[in-house]
């Protein structure tokens, strides 16, 4: 089958996944596989009129170890994956998460993402792939008529999937839940009342995903909120000289004494100060030797910038220069220089 190209960047086009290696491992018996599809996706096809903008939506169990991964991938919708049993590797952008038992995950259409490393795991996998009309992030999101949430929580749900950084995330009882009364849906698609029975879970399970995200970001914006008053606390007594300015501090040395990675702290520097660590350093260095050459005149140039943290009075007097507009000795004798300076 060929897939329509619906990804365009510049030149190039994209397809959406032709799961090729999925269908390999069900032709061939490694996995069990069951969905719907409205065509471009492996599965039994369901009308386009029935629950529109539902495109793909299935479940496969893996009961050995599979030697087929996903190809790297977009898909023409937003999706939601979970794991009910097992492990498995997703590699999203230049990044690997390894996802497991109790895991769902969200990704948007403009995505590349790939299930395998190289290779699935065992366990069994839940997924739906819903259109609301997205290709790329500025676009208006169009939910379809069958979701039944109120305006204002449909208006939440997009907003807090936009923001979506972290794909990952930890699934809750009504989650799970959901998924295995979709599945019993899928398996069951010849029966009567089975589209509102799947359309009575999927919404569910979207105000199980709401739930899931209003909770578990909050959590993430409160540990973000503890990052940055850690830094800030830090920041705070570099300044007022309660921490050893004259200590050799090293990027690595201040982001380990703020408990996270040199990534994060330059990221919390950044947004608290404007500048980078290093250079928020040596202001507050500056500043406090500043004040020393004023209020310890019994202190040298030289013993006053070894306090401070600079290998040579030399080097001091170079940056003191670049700060203040004048050296260290006419910054003495010249009272109408500040003696803090905010660059």
Same mark, same amino acid.
């Given at each position: ?175 799970? !839940?959901? *998924?295995?009364?979709?599945? #019993? ?9 089975? $589209? /509102?029975?799947? %359309? &009575? ?112 009075? !030399?080097? *001091?007097?170079?940056?003191? #220069? ?9 910054? $003495? /004798?010249?009272? %109408? &220089? ?6």
């Amino acid at each position: 089958m060929t897939t329509q190209p619906i990804y365009r960047m510049g030149r190039k086009q994209y397809g959406i996944d032709d799961c090729e290696p999925q269908k390999e491992a069900v032709r061939e018996g490694k996995i069990e596989f069951h969905a719907l599809t409205k065509g471009h996706y492996p599965g039994t096809l369901m009308p386009e009129e029935v629950l529109p903008g539902l495109n793909s939506i299935g479940f496969w169990d893996a009961n050995t170890s599979q030697d087929w991964g996903l190809n790297p991938h977009r898909n023409e919708g937003i999706k939601i994956v979970f794991f009910e049993t097992g492990t498995c590797d997703l590699i999203m952008g230049q990044k690997a998460f390894n996802v497991h038992a109790g895991n769902f995950l969200l990704t948007r259409p403009w995505q590349l993402h790939k299930f395998g490393a190289p290779n699935i795991g065992r366990g069994r996998l839940h997924w739906l792939i819903l259109d609301v009309g997205v290709r790329r992030p500025n676009q208006n999101w169009n939910w379809p008529k069958w979701l039944v949430m109120t305006k204002d929580d449909i208006a939440e749900l997009t907003e807090r999937w936009r923001q979506v950084k972290n794909p990952v995330w930890k699934s809750t009882p009504s989650i799970a !839940q959901s *998924f295995r009364e979709l599945a #019993r849906c899928i398996t069951a698609w010849d029966q009567p009342h089975v $589209v /509102s029975r799947m %359309a &009575v879970h999927l919404n569910l399970l979207l105000i199980g995903v709401l739930d899931a995200l209003v909770e578990q970001q909050a959590q993430e914006n409160g540990q973000m909120t503890a990052r940055t008053h850690a830094v800030e606390v830090f920041f705070q007594d570099l300044k007022a000289g309660s921490v050893d300015l004259g200590e050799q501090w090293t990027l690595d040395r201040m982001a380990a004494h703020c408990n996270m990675g040199v990534t994060a702290f330059s990221k919390y520097c950044r947004e608290l100060v404007n500048t980078g660590p290093m250079e928020y350093l040596n202001q507050c260095r500056l500043e406090r030797a500043a004040q020393q050459l004023r209020t310890r005149p019994e202190l040298s140039v030289t013993e006053i910038a070894f306090a401070n943290g600079f290998n040579s009075s !030399q080097y *001091f007097a170079t940056r003191f #220069r670049r700060h203040y507009k004048v050296s260290p000795s006419r910054f $003495v /004798s010249n009272p %109408a &220089v500040p003696s803090l300076k905010n660059d």
